[in-house]
C-alpha cells in the first residue's frame, strides 16, 4: 500500500499546517513531528507549523519546538468535555486561517474533524499510528458505539487517511479499497546520523553499570507498559542465562511496569543480572553496546510501526521479535527472529543463542539500506511535504 511520488498541487510558499496531537512530550508521534521539523529547517525549508495539544499541557519538547520556529497553542478545554473541547478547536481553526488540518489521533481524530466541519480548510489529513482503536473511554459499551461513529467520519471527511505501517492503515479502512492515490503508508523517517557518528565504547558503558567486560548484553528499549511486555522480556533474560551465566538484561525505558519488573527479577534471582536505566537521550550508544534487542510485544494489536526495531538495526543489534512486530520496520539485511509468545521464553532463549552463532549484522550495511528506504529522512519529509501541498526540495522527489 506504500504510495508512489504524490502528484498533486504543490506550492513553494510555506503553507500553514496545524498538527493536532496529545502534547510534545516522549511519545513516538510528537517526537518524530519535531524531528521532521527539525531536518526541515536544517535543510532550509519555510515550515509554518503549529501544534494544537489536545491534553492541554506543556510537554518536554515545547522549547525545541518553539526554537525552530512552531507555535504551540494547549487546548483550554478537556477532551472528555467534547462540546467545549469541540467548539475551542473550532475557534482556533478560525482564527489560524489554515491551509492543512494534520490529525494524529487515530479513531479520535474524529472530533477534530468536526470541530473543522464547514471551514475553509484545503487539506484533512487523518494519520493513523496505532491499530488498538482506542477512544478515551474505559466503558467498554461506549467504545462499542464510538469505533463505528467515529471511524465513519474520518473516512467521509477526511481527504486522506495515511497508515505508519500497511498494518497500521488496512485496520483503520477495516476493508474498505483504498483509492489510488489518496490512502496510503507514510513511514516515520529516521535521523541516522546519530547512528553514524556513535563511537561504541562497550567497556566503558560495563563499567558504569558495575559489570564484567565480557558480560552480554540484552536490550529491552520503550515504555514499561503491558502491551510492550517487559516481563516476559525477563523470562527470556532467565533462559537465556542457563545458556550462558554472563548475560545482563538492560531496560532502558519507564513506565507502570516499573516496580513489577523489579519484584520479578527478585522472584527470578535476577536481581544482580539486570539494570534498569529509565529514560535515556543516549539510546544510539547504549544500542551500539548491546548484543541484542528484544521486544516481545504482545500479538493483538501488533505494533503500529517500531521506530526501535530500526534503530536497533543501525546499532547492529540482533533482533528478538514477536508477531506483534510487523515487516514494515526490517531493513532488507535484517538478522532477527520472530517467535510467537506462546513458544515460551526457553524458546526465545535459543533463538538468542542461535544469531549469536551467525556473524555479527553490519551497521554499515543497515545505514546504506535505511537510505535507499522510505524511511529515510529525506523521502519521509519530501512525502509529509507533499501531504501537506507544500514543494519539497530537491525537486527530484516529485517529478511535474
Known sequence: MVSPPIRCAVSPIPRKVIHIVENLDRGAVENWLVRMLRFGRESGLALDWTFYCSLGRPGLLDAQAKSLGARIVYSPAPIGDKVRFIAALRRELRRGSYDVLHCH??????????????????????????????????????????????????????????????????????????????????YYGVDAARFERVQCDRSTFCRELGLAGDARLLLFAGRMVPEKNPLFALDVLAQLRRFDPTVVGVFAGAGSLDSALRARAKQLRLAAAIRQLGWRD??????????????????????????????????????????????????PRARFRRLALSDGAHAWAQAAMDLMADSAPSRVDALADLKTSPMDLEQALSGLLALHGQKPQPERFYPD
Open 282 to 331: 543516549d539510546l544510539p550508544e547504549i544500542m551500539s553496546c548491546c548484543d541484542w534487542f528484544i521486544l516481545p510485544r504482545r500479538e493483538s494489536p501488533p505494533e503500529g510501526f517500531g521506530l526501535a526495531v530500526v534503530e536497533a538495526q543501525l546499532a547492529g543489534l540482533r533482533l528478538l521479535l514477536s508477531h506483534g512486530i510487523t515487516d514494515d520496520p526490517l531493513l
Open 105 to 186: 489521533h487515530d479513531l479520535v481524530s474524529g472530533i477534530y474533524l468536526a470541530a473543522a466541519l464547514g471551514l475553509p480548510i484545503d487539506q484533512r489529513i487523518v494519520h493513523v499510528h496505532n491499530a488498538d482503536e482506542s477512544v478515551l473511554t474505559p466503558n467498554p459499551i461506549k467504545q462499542r458505539m464510538l469505533r463505528p461513529v467515529l471511524r465513519g467520519i474520518c473516512l467521509a471527511s477526511a481527504d486522506r487517511i495515511v497508515g505508519i505501517s500497511n498494518h497500521t492503515l488496512s485496520s483503520f479502512l477495516a476493508g474498505r479499497t483504498p483509492p489510488k492515490g489518496q490512502d496510503f503508508v507514510h
